[in-house]
């Protein structure tokens, strides 16, 4: 069980974002996205099937996005008849169209990109195996799956899980990464806001070979059985690249306390198996179009409603956003800390601290709404066992007109649940009034940042034409030195190669003086000292740069 940051506020992309309550969107049109086929809304959910056979329903991005990496909540609920096996299944799609039909929960079996699929693992009843619901991760890059061989079937899935999440009493949670090559998948089945491994590739795996421009999509179907599939959050944000999230394991104790043993994830099936086919649910029609009619012995019969978003839900997502607004105003404040140190720097210091002060109360009062109604629960539980446990009679007999201690402990009830209710509504405030501040910083951060960053290209180009007009101005000089420095050595070889003559001629002379004797002595050195002026003539020539006197 792992502690995994909120999704950053910064990031999430509104126009690929949606969240309950739905009348907040006018005409029920969700900005950004389509949805249709059985998909209905209410208040807490999209509802993307009933509890009903034969159905297919959708809702899907509008437009394609290039997304290198992205992180992606879902808050969902999947659940029918419990005395049957399952009735269809759900996916989260990253493809380059969208799926509004088909055999593969209501997209082409087609497609090309990713599917994260929940579904049963299709048990063989006569072995005494029992379904066991799953969640598996499916590459396709074009081809049938239905037509594709049992090798390269199972080489396009990369990751599977299995556990029970149908019909929870309370909201399912996924959380699903796509960043630096690697793909996770983590689940809280508990309602805790703690997560579980459900599957994780390696870091560049070759089979996620995404779409460059594709389309996020929820579709489900069901076939002869019907179970409702249902849709309360879906929140994606842009990560780098090569992001990678960090996630924190919880101690034994406190993972154990937070996970029931009936959600557990495991790794395999109870049959020990590790792979598993994807079932095909293509709707059937009756002559007019019309789905085929659940089986007989499902008349009549009911499935539960998918649970309501309760107020815990509300205040988990709330506690959720205020750690993420907490993150992004400490960002903030670290990104104005490295500025000149101005007015505006300043400013923004002092509104982030006023903010961070709110948020910090505001986050309080939510751990406080959230233990009020957790006492709640625990004592309208305990008033529900009561009648099993058997009421004492009172020690005394209780007054005619007075309260009863059961009426007294409902009394308090309710009204702890409009306390709870009140400090609600006042952490909705709160917190909606506490993002658009954080994002007027944000961007008024990012103004500041482009603004620096064009005076820095903008110094850059000037000091770099700067430079080339020096150079430009310089090379002429340059020239000539290098043309000085050439002739220089010229003359040094010469003068060199003119000592070496003069030391072997004065090595003749010697050697003929001494062949001579004394009587030539005076004429040898009257002819070496003619040649050592005429040297000297040379070098004094030499050294003024007139060559032509030489002659």
Known sequence: VEALPPLPTASVIPELSFSNPFSKYEQGVIPGWQYGGAATMTNDYVSLTPASANQIGWIWSANPIKLPAWEVQLDFHIGGLSDRGAGGGMAFWFTNQQGRSGPIYGHDDSYQGLGVIFDFYEADLSRGETSEPFVVAMMNHGSPLAKTDEEDYFKNQVGVCFANYRNLNHVGRARIIFANGRLQVWLDLDQSGHYQSCLQTEVNDERLKMPELGFFGVTASTGDHGDAHVVYNLQIAQLAEKEDVAHTALSPDVAKREVAAEHVVHAEASNHETHVRVATHTPRLDASGQPVAAKADEVGQAAAAPPAQSSQDYILRFSERLDALTAAVQGIGGAA??????????????????????????????????????????????????????????????????????????????????????????????????????????????????????????LESKTSQQLEAVEAHLSPTLRSVDGGITGLRQSIHEVATAQAALAKQVQGLVEATASCGGGGYSSVLLVVGAQALVVAALLFMRSQNKRQHIL
Request: proline share 6%.
């Open 337 to 458: 800390a490295t500025g000149g140190g101005g007015a505006a720097d300043a400013h923004v210091a002092t509104t982030l601290r006023e903010l961070h002060t709110e948020i910090t109360a505001v986050r309080k009062s939510a751990d406080a709404t959230y233990a009020a109604l957790q006492n709640v629960q625990n004592s309208v539980r305990a008033l529900e066992l009561r009648p099993e446990a058997g009421v004492a009679a009172p020690s005394a007999p209780v007054e005619p007109g007075a309260p009863s201690p059961e009426a007294g402990m409902v009394s308090g009830l309710v009204t702890s649940v409009a306390d709870a209710q009140t400090e609600l509504r006042l952490v909705r405030t709160a917190v909606e009034t506490s993002v658009p501040q954080v994002a007027k910083l944000q961007s008024d951060l990012n103004s500041a940042t482009a603004s620096t960053t064009a005076k820095l290209l903008a």
